[in-house]
């Protein structure tokens, strides 16, 4: 006798769980119906905001694709298997080791990927941002049982038609493993890569290329017509010994930047003096990053 009651109460439990589930499911459902129904009405009274975030989310649909593709074409959503030091060194300085040990390189086709990569994700955050807000602007224009059951962060996307997938699509993850040799010790340092590290390792190879471009251009200023004009200027005489071609008729004359070009020197007469081999050498040794 008392078992049967038992069992009675269990399933009187279980079917008003069942009856409470599916009450839920349709109530769900009949709110995102009447988002569905209202999104026009619901789009207006977002206004501004509504057709920002309906323009952000088209472009950025179109761009998912590229973006995917450019992520993985840097090598940026990747394990790397190291050294347990490289881990440790990793997480000291992220920047330098991802775009050491990803594909990123130093040109203009990796410079092009991480600035469209930046683009996306900083447009993506913005949009999340922007979606949020929306949903608060148009919330009070929604029937009770809407804003209790509606799913909210889906809302104001499809007021929008805009794919809610945007708003999941996560940030890639770098990973710096290491596992000992008997694979008991294991060490990793993920890196999540958000719109800000993206943002930096553009600014990183963005400052490298154009270094290297003002390297390049000041190299190629240095003529032998100006070469000639300063070394005449000096008086064919080194700047630094005061040994001169009147003095040892073979000396070897070259020209040197006083400011090296790597650290922000020019090809210009005020910055060239004449110095002999033997002193360029001399200052060659004694000032890192010098060049002739
Ligand atoms: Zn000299």
Known sequence: MMRNEVIYIIFICLGLAMATAALKVFLINISDAYIKRNREDLFNTGDALAIKCRDIGCKLTEQIQIYNNYINSLGLKQTISCSNSVVSNASNNAIKFIIKYSDITYDMFSLERLDFCSTFMRNRDSLCNDMDELYEHV????????????????????????????????????????????????????????????????KNVSSKISKQGYATIQRNSMTNDLREAIKKRDNYTCCICGNSVFKEPNLLLEVDHIIPISKGGTTTASNLQTLCWRCNREKGNSIIGQDH
């Not at 999941?168 to 008991?184: D, H, Q, T």
């Open 139 to 202: 919330k009070s224009k929604l029937p009770f049982y809407v804003r209790l059951f509606a799913t909210k962060q889906e809302v104001p996307y499809t007021i929008c038609g805009v794919d809610y997938k945007l708003a999941l699509v996560e940030n890639p993850i770098f990973c710096f493993s290491y596992v000992s040799p008997a694979g008991k010790s294991k060490h990793n340092y993920e890196i999540n890569i958000s719109a800000e590290i993206m943002n930096n390792l553009l």
